[in-house]
């Protein structure tokens, strides 16, 4: 099946410092892929969809300065966290849309922990 | 704003009892998913439902569509301490993005 790889699953950094995270469809090319921020005991929330080769689409509220995508190939999407400040810590999460598997064909990263101190 | 209502937020009950997970919305879906996700993982894909009223088994998991496409139920027969997880419904919108509900923590006991 289809397997998205994120890495890494877990960063501890310093306030004011960046931080990269790379989301990989292994199997499959990924027109579309997507970050989501999850903060503990609660839901998924949308950050941003990135599409291959333009601009991310980022959700309101969302700071396209603060969290900048990338996605430079059909296989790869990356979420740098600038200038981070403990708020930012959280739970990240990528998924990545399988264009043969239509609408549905979503795949989720292991997931992301970012602890600022 | 669509949103999706999942309840309960939280669930502990003894292995083998039956348990439901209800998700609701006033907006209507295309389609609607069911994930399941482990304490620091991704969630993973458990069905899509498409079509209205259809109904989904995988193994002793029971997934309903409603009618309306406005709501969606998760049933899991003699539940089993592996079933422990958090069960997120997420709506697909016609962008082709999801909209996740607040999911529902499930505890099975031994």
């Known amino acids: 099946g289809a397997v998205v790889s994120q890495h890494p699953s877990w960063v501890i950094c310093k306030s004011g410092t960046s931080v990269k995270i790379e989301c990989r469809s292994l199997?499959?090319?990924?027109?579309?892929m997507f970050w989501y921020r999850q903060f503990p005991k609660q839901s998924l929330m949308l950050m941003a969809t990135?599409?291959?080769?333009?601009?991310?689409?980022?959700e309101q509220g969302v700071e396209k300065d603060k969290f900048l995508i990338n996605h430079a190939s059909l296989t790869l999407s990356t979420l740098t966290v600038t200038s981070a400040h403990p708020e930012d810590s959280s739970f990240y999460i990528c998924s990545a849309r399988d264009i043969k598997q239509g609408v549905w064909g979503y795949t989720f990263g292991s997931g992301t922990r970012l602890t600022v101190v | 704003t669509q949103l999706l209502e999942q309840s309960p937020q939280f669930l502990s009950i003894q292995e083998g009892e039956n348990l439901t997970v209800y998700c609701n919305s006033s907006?209507?879906?295309?389609?609607l998913q069911w994930y399941r996700q482990e304490p620091g993982e991704g969630p993973v894909l458990l069905v899509t439902?498409?079509?209205?009223?259809e109904v989904k088994k995988l193994k002793r998991l029971t997934f309903q569509f409603g009618d309306a496409r406005k709501d969606s139920s998760l049933h899991i027969t003699a539940a089993q301490p592996g079933d422990t997880g958090l069960y997120l419904c997420a709506g697909v919108l016609p962008s082709g993005n999801l909209i996740f509900g607040k999911g529902t923590k499930l505890s099975v006991k031994p």
């Open positions: 990135s599409n291959e080769g333009s601009k991310a689409t980022y």
């Open positions: 199997d499959f090319q990924a027109t579309t």
């Open positions: 439902v498409v079509t209205g009223g």
């Open positions: 907006s209507v879906f295309s389609s």
